[in-house]
């Protein structure tokens, strides 16, 4: 594909994203960049909320992942309904009940300033890592594309592409993601369904039912593992979809954030209803184009890339139409931010409200000038983190973006589910190492689960047990008096 069509693509794609910052951004209050003035759309929310989660690790991670795991990955996306509906009916009205900006400020008034600031800390922890991987599998397909021709540095093009998030959401934060990542998860849903609908043209597939059928009898769409001892048995998905869920979206500020600018609880939870339908849904039409690039790889004696991750963006832009291919770069460039600036704006206001109390020790004309300061410290923070994972990852991105998650959040697992099952209060100064412990025991019974366990082998259900120690810790220094 021609690298400079794929900059006319992005550099048009990215004017109008700066039109839209310019029109959000207007007459804002220091208060709009955190919580958009309380006056989203729930169903610009529940939209935009769909490219946040796919992000660029689903986009391009799981159709490529088709050839190694099936459809078990659609495990994991059942799991997914239940999570939500315990956000819908839980947490929400937790959040709004407490007309939180930061989600966290929970923590404290349940258990204390210690538990307040470790479940903030953690979730800066996991968000940092988790986006920036996602990041970097985006830049690394737009290396490939676009400024390997150039004789670009990757760490030219990452620079380039953290400093384009910064730009577009530094002033209007939260109030232009919002509508930002409307328009993203429009060119990354188009660029699924054109994809698809091309692909089955070439292979003689027409309609609905003969896809389906070509679809069913391939080996690859096999949805369920009933083998115990797989890391992707049926049960293990299931319930790691569902907390994977509930801590990466429930006790997420970033996807949290987003929800708690709906107008009310009731507009809140029919943003939360319609976009797990659709999730599911978009979800089923990625596995299934993954089923389908294998098959149109196979017909065409294609060989196929050494990471299965480089299977879409390789055939994308080297073998399909250019129509194809400049759909796909729509979609991905959108996959990359849809995920980036809502994150960018996530950290920088946990920060401000969790670590710095913004409101409480500043007053109006200096929060605006903190604020940026944060938010270009995170754009820098994201930057390094995306360089080192270049070095070190040799997996399949999606596993590793879960698997980060199951030891960076099950602190933050353990702690609601402490706070929000029992009565009981907390020895709060021993609650920071008890969650950094939890999750280096979790991980030392992970890589001996085999030998201890009769060759149970821990998958995504990671998170599962590292909550579980998390609980246990607390419970160990639980207090006497219980809340009222």
């Not at 804002?28 to 909320?49: E, I, K, N, Y």
């Not at 490529?64 to 839980?90: C, D, P, R, S």
């Not at 946990?350 to 670590?355: E, H, K, N």
């Amino acid at each position: 594909m021609d690298s400079n069509l794929v900059l006319i693509i992005i550099t048009s794609y990215f004017l109008l994203l700066f039109l839209i910052s310019y029109l959000t951004s207007r007459n804002v209050s220091a208060d709009t960049f955190f919580t958009g003035d309380r006056q989203s759309p729930w169903f610009l929310v529940a939209f935009g909320m769909i490219g946040a989660s796919l992000s660029g690790v689903t986009f391009i991670s799981v159709p490529g992942e088709v050839g190694n795991t099936y459809f078990h990955y659609f495990q994991v996306v059942m799991g997914y309904t239940l999570g939500y509906t315990v956000i819908a009916l839980v947490l929400l009205p937790l959040y709004y009940k407490l007309n939180l900006v930061s989600i966290y400020a929970y923590l404290e008034a349940r258990f204390g300033f210690w538990s307040y600031k470790s479940g903030a800390f953690f979730f800066i922890l996991s968000r940092t890592l988790g986006s920036s991987i996602r990041v970097f599998l985006v830049a690394g397909v737009l290396q490939l594309i676009l400024f390997d021709h150039w004789g670009v540095p990757f760490w030219v093009s990452v620079l380039i592409t953290v400093s384009l998030i910064w730009l577009y959401t530094h002033k209007g934060g939260i109030k232009t993601v919002v509508w930002t990542d409307t328009l993203q998860t429009f060119f990354m849903l188009s660029a699924i369904g054109v994809s698809i609908y091309l692909i089955a043209k070439d292979l003689n597939i027409i309609g609905v039912g003969d896809l389906v059928n070509a679809v069913r009898e391939d080996h690859r769409s096999e949805i369920f593992n009933w083998d115990w001892q797989s890391g992707t048995n049926f049960y293990k998905q299931f319930l790691s979809g569902a907390f994977i869920t509930i801590v990466m979206t429930g006790l997420d500020q970033d996807m949290m954030q987003k929800n708690l600018t709906c107008k009310n609880l009731g507009e809140a939870q029919k943003n939360m209803f319609w976009f797990t339908i659709i999730l599911v849904f978009v979800n089923l039409m990625i596995l299934v184009l993954g089923v389908l690039l294998y098959l149109y790889s196979e017909a065409h004696g294609i060989e196929m890339p050494l990471r299965s991750d480089d299977l879409y963006p390789f055939l994308a832009t080297q073998h399909f139409t250019a129509f194809v291919g400049i759909v796909f770069v729509l979609g991905i460039t959108a996959a990359a931010y849809s995920s980036a600036d809502s994150t960018l704006t996530a950290l920088t206001t946990s920060f401000c409200y969790d670590f710095l109390e913004i409101e409480k020790r500043y007053v109006k004309e200096k929060q605006s000038a903190v604020r940026k300061r944060v938010h270009l410290f995170f754009t820098a923070v994201m930057f390094l983190v995306i360089l080192m994972f270049r070095w070190i990852n040799d997996q399949s991105v999606i596993n590793a973006v879960f698997i980060i998650a199951g030891y960076t959040y099950g602190p933050l697992l353990g702690l609601y589910s402490f706070g929000l099952f029992t009565k009981w209060n907390v020895k709060d100064k021993w609650v920071p190492f008890i969650a950094v412990a939890a999750p280096i025991a979790a991980f030392i019974i992970s890589q001996n689960s085999e030998s201890w366990f009769n060759g149970y082998k821990f998958g995504f259900e990671i998170l599962i047990l590292n909550g579980m120690i998390m609980f246990a810790g607390l419970l160990a220094i639980r207090r006497k008096d219980v809340i009222s």
